[in-house]
């Protein structure tokens, strides 16, 4: 029923069963449908990353005849790696797909495989944000949390730390991007952890087929809000 | 014919063995409804203490040597943050609504009742960490509930070092507890419902849950954002916020931040979370005053539209709290606009609460009291907000006690009275036992009657040009010596509210031990709720079989039934058609 058709319904006027009420054909056997709570889910996540990308056009000074913007942004060069990491996850993605096709024919083992590979590639790119947050910081944008909250002897917290991510505010988009992006990816990783389980138990668990074509969506979203972020760093 | 669904399969229910099992770790929706209820509660006696010694130093300035100023901006922020987030949005969302919405659309539990679980235990981490910011040095943070940079982290501000870490920490732990309750409270309200029970056929409690459930959850991320950001800011030498500033003759390496950019994720949080807390309200009060004046709610689909019309508009009003900020002036009059339009569906609400009662068979039970007590400080609360959407009124207003007599009537007072209304209400369900009446009406009518001589002369003092957040008001020329006396009496009377809640709770340990027994549905309420086999209801709530709706929770004073009320899992009568209304 739409949802216009939903909220004109009149209650008061038909006692009785509603013809729409439940018994929904595609819970495959498990009680509950996790399609809905990954899609809600999603949601949360879409209205998140879209306030990050609100803020840094803000602080970009996009809105600059509205008062915003301080004139202290600065191209960044991206670095390659930047380029090398997407490829990896655009790669992952397409493992996932082939992993979601193969569960709704049925093919176990080629499955097993592109599942195995699509996760092994989201470890990938994790890794290579790792590599390219050191590349950053060997490069001389510091993380004061790290320079400055581990190695300054003393009171942490009490005084400034002597090394920022000083000047160029779009490197400390990057930094909060990609830490925010990361932790998005452990996300997905915990449930490919779980798909994974699944798929190598002895028995094929009813509704494997629906938590691996779940997992892709999570993946194919996880790109898509990747790509996002990483068109709005090129626009630096 | 008898049909069995899946969702009739008992087995995944996964019965507790142990103790522990049952109410420590546990997965059934009531009972981690009471977990997130009793530790609201707890936090929500934290800042209500807090508000008391504010009080003490406004009423009373110089009396108490203990409460220097830096306390008293810590009294203040925690004082908000507690009450607004810890307390209101955790005991409608994560008590009521865990509470209510499986059983009241028919469901045996949360459709991922581990993860409704994981979310309490988040949630008691958030509170512990907030309680911390109490024992590091330096204390909490003082830097008001709206946490502004830069003054919230910069030297000079209390609790600069360590309390704004622990708050930006704790806030952020609450949001993914919260997401994690949220996402279960939506999907169980889309895919959890028993057979027959339509979206149009929900109470008016549980569209107000839904949808502030769905606000909450579009709405936190700002505050997630903003908090992290901070973070960033405080620990890692960014400048999100910050701009070039020297701090205590010191140049800070901070440069080229926007503060306002931080007001504007704020509030973006900030305004929905007003209404993330009153919808709640709204729905369960529409159901009190239709049980109590047993009759059908009045327009109920307006009702609905309402809530969700409220709940979409909502998100596009916040600046209206940044008038003064120094944004850009044009944004006031949109913001100006759409904050008036949201009085058009607010008083569709209040008309239809009104004409509910109207011709009623009232009951004036406690419940019902509060209900009535809401009507008054919501509208009084409403009508102040006019006055504070307009920019040219507002500009003049802002920071001083009009803003806090306004927002405290119609975002804490409201919900709390329907927080006290409901809590009387459901407690027959919840325990098995009623409460002491006389002790229920001598505690509404200290509690309204206090409210109001605490939040009304507020208004005045506002008139006045009193300013909030102030210490003490000192030598100020332009304020008159009533304006001390009023100070005065308000301390009084908000000690005396306070005390009174001790009525509250003494009543509720005596009734859970003796009051008298409830029976099954003691107020002839119509929906699903009360209809459970067993009271208060078991682990998985129905027994054996789901339940089957047949009709609107709203079926009251039907001329020709047998009773004044016709449960929703009652099967219509031979020749039953229309509702005869």
Known sequence: MSVIGTLTEKPWL?????????????????????????????????????????????????????????????????????????????????????????????????MRITLIVGGALGIAFLVGQVVLWRELQASGYFLAIHSGLCTVSGDPLAQPADLFISGNPAIAFLYLIMAVHGLHIVGGLVAWGRAIRRAFAGTVPAGLARSVTLCARYWHFLLLVWLAMFGLLLMT | MATVTIADDLTPLHHPKTWIGKYVWSLDHKVIAIQYSLTAIAIGLVALVLSALMRLQLGFPGTFDFIQPEQYLQYV???????????????????????????????????????????????????????????????????????????????????????????????????????????????????????????????????????????????????????IMMLFDRLAGTSFFMPAIVSMGQQLGHEGGSPILFQHLFWFFGHPEVYIVALPAFGIVSDLISVHARKNIFGYRMMVWAIVIIGALSFFVWAHHMYVSGMNPYFGYFFATSTLVIAIPTAIKVYNWLLTLWRGDIHLRVPLLFAIGFLFTFIHGGLTGLFLGNVSVDVPLSDTFFVVGHFHMVMGVSPILVIFGAIYHWFPLIT??????????????????????????????????????????????????????????????????????????????????????????????????????????????????????????????????????????????????????
């Open chain 1, 14 to 110: 038909t006692p009785g069963i509603d013809a729409a009420a439940i018994d929904r054909p595609d819970n495959d056997g498990r009680p509950f449908d996790p399609g809905i709570f990954l899609g809600v889910f999603l949601g949360v996540v879409t209205a998140l990353f879209l306030l990050i990308a609100s803020a840094y056009l803000m602080r970009m000074g996009v809105h600059g005849p509205l008062g915003h913007g301080a004139g202290d942004w600065g191209a960044i060069t991206e670095p390659p790696l930047l380029w090398a990491n997407t490829a990896i996850l655009v790669l992952s993605s397409l493992a996932f797909q082939g992993a979601g096709i193969a569960a709704g024919r049925g093919a176990r083992r080629a």
């Open chain 2, 77 to 227: 922020t925690m004082h908000g943050m507690i009450m607004v987030v810890y307390l209101l949005t955790a005991l409608l969302l994560g008590g009521f609504g865990n509470y209510l919405i499986p059983l009241m659309v028919g469901a045996r539990d949360m459709v991922f009742p581990f993860v409704n679980m994981l979310s309490y235990w988040v949630y008691l981490l958030a509170v512990l960490v907030l309680v911390a910011s109490f024992f590091v040095p330096g204390g909490p943070t003082g830097g008001g509930w709206t946490l502004y940079p830069p003054q919230t982290i910069t030297e000079g501000t209390p609790g600069h070092q360590y309390g704004i870490v622990l708050m930006l920490v704790s806030l952020a732990l609450f949001i993914v507890g919260f997401t994690m309750g949220g996402l279960n409270y939506v999907t169980t309200v889309l895919q959890a419902r028993c057979k027959g029970m339509t979206m149009m056929r929900m109470p008016c409690s549980i569209w107000g849950i839904f949808v502030a459930s769905i606000m909450a959850l579009l709405a936190f991320p700002a505050l997630f954002v903003a908090a």
């Open chain 2, 432 to 581: 098995g036992r009623m409460w002491n009446v006389t002790l229920g009406k001598l505690h509404f009518w200290i509690t309204l009657l206090g409210v109001y001589s605490i939040f009304l002369p507020m208004h005045y003092l506002g008139f006045l040009g009193v300013p909030r957040r102030y210490y003490a008001l000192g030598e100020t020329a332009f304020i008159p010596a009533s304006a001390h006396g009023a100070n005065e009496s308000i301390t009084i009377a908000a000690l005396i509210v306070a005390a009174a809640q001790t009525i509250f709770f003494a009543n509720m340990i005596w009734s859970l031990f003796r009051g008298p027994r409830a029976g099954h549905n003691p107020w002839g309420a119509a929906s699903l709720e009360w209809q459970t086999p067993d009271v208060p209801p078991a682990h998985g709530n129905w027994g054996p079989r789901l339940p089957v709706v047949y009709r609107w929770a709203y079926d009251y004073s039907v001329p020709g039934a047998a009773r004044d009320f016709i449960p929703q899992n009652e099967p219509p009568a031979d020749g039953e058609r229309h509702h005869p209304t």
